[in-house]
């Protein structure tokens, strides 16, 4: 059973009908797929995890998707919040995953499953995509303890990024940003829980946004 509906605060009938069309027990390790359509996150392996279906569809809703446009996920994982995107039908999805057997399967499953429109990179996703820059919206599946500069410097005018930022542990912040006139408006979207963001562009950086 799909645990994400209206009730929720997800109005966006697209998101809705992805949802419902996905099949997220194909995502998970075969230990979990009696768990697949529950709403929590699960293990994926290499320390990872696949997010729980209710923040999948609340972080797309944030990106305020548009017919035709680009989207940069940055952290693939099993690649079920690319086939969320893809399922929506009308935008291009250009995703990231730093772990190389994560980064193989996932462009594998996302094949077999027909979306065509998703185009997965292995690769550290903390340097963006720039061959296929700009971008109207990203959305960043870790957490780093700072707005990576190449992503926001590799989105267009009016574009939205939706990431976690926070130090490593429990709790972090979801944060929306709205690049208006080559600068950002920050909205802080309340706590979340999410991997650490690894990569060799995050070390050293200690920068926390403002709302």
């Not at 809703?61 to 996920?73: I, M, S, T």
Request: proline share 9%; glycine share 10%; charged share 15%.
């Amino acid at each position: 059973m799909n645990p994400v509906n209206r009730r929720r605060g997800i109005m966006n009938e697209d998101i809705l009908r992805a949802m419902r069309t996905v099949p997220r027990h194909k995502f998970v390790p075969p230990r979990y797929v009696n768990q697949a359509y529950e709403d929590y996150a699960l293990p994926i392996g290499y320390g990872q995890t696949i997010s729980q279906p209710h923040l999948v569809a609340q972080m797309i809703q944030l990106l305020e998707l548009q017919p035709g446009q680009k989207v940069l996920e940055i952290g693939t994982g099993s690649g079920y919040q690319a086939a969320i995107l893809a399922e929506l039908g009308y935008v291009q999805v250009y995703t990231i995953e730093i772990v190389p057997a994560l980064a193989e399967s996932a462009a594998t499953r996302l094949q077999n499953l027909g979306y065509v429109n998703a185009h997965v990179k292995q690769g550290d996703g903390y340097y963006g995509w720039p061959e296929y820059a700009p971008f109207d919206a990203t959305i960043v599946t870790a957490a780093p303890n700072h707005l990576p500069t190449p992503l926001a410097e590799q989105l267009v005018e009016g574009g939205r990024i939706v990431i976690p930022l926070g130090p490593p542990g429990p709790y972090q912040s979801l944060w929306k940003f709205v690049k208006k006139e080559g600068k950002f408006k920050a909205h802080n979207m309340g706590d979340v829980c999410f991997v650490p963001f690894t990569g060799s562009g995050i070390e050293g950086h200690q920068i926390e946004p403002r709302p």
